[in-house]
């Protein structure tokens, strides 16, 4: 083999690269003989291939070792490196460019309804399962009481003390039994302005009952909390500009999960909370019992809030039910608003002793310890 330098990774982003194939007689076994492969990139011991989704970022050396069928060997040592992921901005979150927005409302020009959806008493209310809601800026809530709702590349934005400018209900066509499906992608979400409008929850899953929830490559900010779900996939969203209105009594909430065993994944994420209180992402046990468990916290940029992550264990009021199968890996920690990341550190209330839990890969972002690891609590 020739090759030193492979062609480089990013974290998050699949890879897949073949090596030269020597001439030696087939078949062929290959091995890596010293040094580690990347995060997540494994060598097939047949064809030679490296494949997989790297995890974390850095510079790898190793050493790649092909046998063939009469036991002559070729080793080469190979350098792979695996860029940062491109972690989401007001540039690559909202509204795909070239969208254009119909106004909700009942003036001149504007659109009060549509297939499975109406306008009325100041919110809009999907109930047509299965419905698209595409395309549309709006100034009022959005309530979702149906199974199988998008709702994409749509401005949605409003506030005010218990407002919620995307509402997830239950199911109005099942006899209020609870969603089991719902996406709210593309959508740039917010209050109406960062003080008394401000909104309470960007998203809310107003029962804490529903399943199947997909949010993705939203823009959000101007409001208390950003999503509120239990169970679900929050992936590649932009949260931002976080308002902790003392006279609503907010804490302040990025991604916010207060309860439940359903598995939930935190994925990919931009959270930024400036406000030296409560988090950027938060596992709770609110809802107890059954003790919260099966929540993944992994690859966000994280800044701000009183600790950047809670995860999951309960204190004194819960002993006896120990969050379990809580995952925190790879995440970056920014000292943009804090020293420490967030006002009094980057982790509370997680036991990487609770069967399942597991506490790998998370390093600064930046700061005097840029790229070093940060240990378990």
Not at 36 to 61: E, M, N, R, W
Not at 346 to 368: C, I, L
Request: with cysteine.
């Amino acid at each position: 083999m020739t090759t030193t330098t492979l062609p480089t990774g990013t974290v998050g982003v699949p890879y897949s690269n073949s090596l030269p194939v020597p001439q030696p007689a087939s078949p062929l076994k290959w091995s890596v003989s010293a040094g580690t492969l990347p995060g997540g990139i494994v060598l097939s011991p047949t064809t030679g291939q490296l494949t997989g989704t790297p995890t974390v970022a850095g510079t790898y050396d190793f050493t790649v070792k092909v046998t063939d069928a009469n036991t002559q060997y070729s080793s080469t040592a190979l350098a792979m490196s695996v860029g940062a992921a491109p972690y989401p901005n007001a540039s690559n979150t909202g509204p795909v460019a070239g969208t254009v927005l119909k106004t909700i409302g009942t003036g001149s020009g504007q659109v009060s309804n549509g297939p499975g959806w109406t306008y009325a008493n100041g919110y809009v209310r999907i109930s047509g399962a299965n419905t698209v809601f595409s395309g549309f800026s709006a100034t009022c809530p959005i309530a979702i009481f149906a199974n199988g709702v998008t709702v994409e590349n749509c401005v949605i934005s409003c506030g005010g003390q218990n407002t919620f400018p995307v509402c997830i209900e239950n199911d109005a066509n099942n006899n209020g039994n609870p969603i089991t499906s719902v996406t709210v992608q593309n959508c740039t979400i917010s209050g109406s302005d960062n003080n008394m409008n401000r909104a309470s929850s960007c998203i809310k899953d107003i029962y804490g009952s529903a399943s199947g929830i997909l949010i993705k490559a939203c823009n959000m900010y101007w409001a208390g909390t950003g999503v509120q779900v239990f169970s679900g996939d929050v992936l590649n969203n932009y949260i931002h500009d976080l308002v902790c209105n003392v006279t609503y009594g907010d804490h302040v909430n990025g991604v916010i999960v207060c309860g439940g065993t359903a598995p939930m994944l935190i994925q990919g994420n931009t959270i930024q909370n400036p406000n030296g209180q409560t988090d950027c992402v938060a596992i709770f046990q609110d809802i107890s019992p059954p003790a919260v468990a099966n929540k993944t916290i992994n690859n966000n940029l994280l800044a701000g809030g009183g600790y950047c992550i809670y995860g999951g264990d309960g204190g004194a009021s819960y002993t006896g039910s120990p969050a379990t199968n809580i995952v925190i890996t790879n995440n970056a920690i920014s000292t943009m608003y804090f020293p420490n990341g967030g006002a009094w550190g980057p982790v509370a209330y997680f036991n990487v002793a609770n069967s399942g839990n597991k506490w790998t890969g998370n390093v600064w972002h930046d700061g005097p310890h840029t790229g070093a690891t940060i240990p378990a609590p």
